[in-house]
T-cell receptor
């Protein structure tokens, strides 16, 4: 059982380039999330999708867009990457109406030069 | 302004001793708290949780204590093992928000020395 799968694991971009981070879960979870982790800042929520067909902004949405492609897949897009977006990105999922236990992917380490 | 704070970025303990990781929060609406553990190059994994109706929850070597009046929670690991060396995040949410906003602290890196 793969759980939450993120691709790619590593990526280096130049300022202004665009890219999409992919996430898929095989646990039949309703809700999916994108977090970024920065030193000393913990995990901050970028965007989430409470259920298929809905997306909402989290704490730090500027510079990002998301697509909930279907129940399994939730992608994060950087349209014009900036050095401030250098971070580790985590996708997570959970079932709806269950206490707040999130299942995380292994992360994407992104560097923007 | 961070609503969940872990004031100790790192902690070093000897194998077999107790590890105590602390977490403070400011939002009085938080009523559910979790601890996650993270190894390098892996995603965080759920460790233990506690709801605000309790002041203690225990799972094997791990115990979480909640002091609502002080808006403080702590994670105790007894006895500590080298495999416990990881970054620990506390997180909090309000159950009535459908779980969409889980607020994390900055993390504490625990090092357990053999």
């Amino acid at each position: 059982n793969a759980g939450v799968t993120q691709t790619p694991k590593f990526q280096v971009l130049k300022t202004g380039q665009s890219m999409t981070l992919q996430c898929a879960q095989d646990m039949n979870h309703n809700s999916m999330y994108w977090y970024r982790q920065d030193p000393g800042m913990g995990l901050r929520l970028i965007y989430y999708s409470a259920s298929e067909g809905t997306t909402d902004k989290g704490e730090v949405p500027n510079g990002y867009n998301v697509s909930r492609l279907n129940k399994r897949e939730f992608s994060l897009r950087l349209e014009s990457a900036a050095p401030s977006q250098t971070s580790v990105y985590f996708c997570a999922s959970r079932t709806y109406r269950v206490a707040e236990k999130l299942f995380f992917g292994s992360g994407t380490q992104l560097s923007v030069l | 302004d961070q609503q969940v704070k872990q004031n100790s970025p790192s902690l070093s303990v000897q194998e077999g001793r107790i590890s105590i990781l602390n977490c403070d929060y400011t939002n009085s609406m938080f009523d559910y708290f979790l601890w996650y553990k993270k190894y390098p190059a892996e995603g965080p994994t759920f460790l233990i949780s506690i709801s605000s109706i309790k002041d203690k929850n225990e799972d094997g070597r791990f115990t979480v204590f909640l002091n609502k009046s002080a808006k403080h929670l702590s994670l105790h690991i007894v006895p500590s093992q080298p495999g416990d060396s990881a970054v620990y995040f506390c997180a909090a949410s309000a159950l009535d928000n459908a779980g969409n906003m889980l607020t994390f602290g900055g993390g504490t890196r625990l090092m357990v020395k053999p």
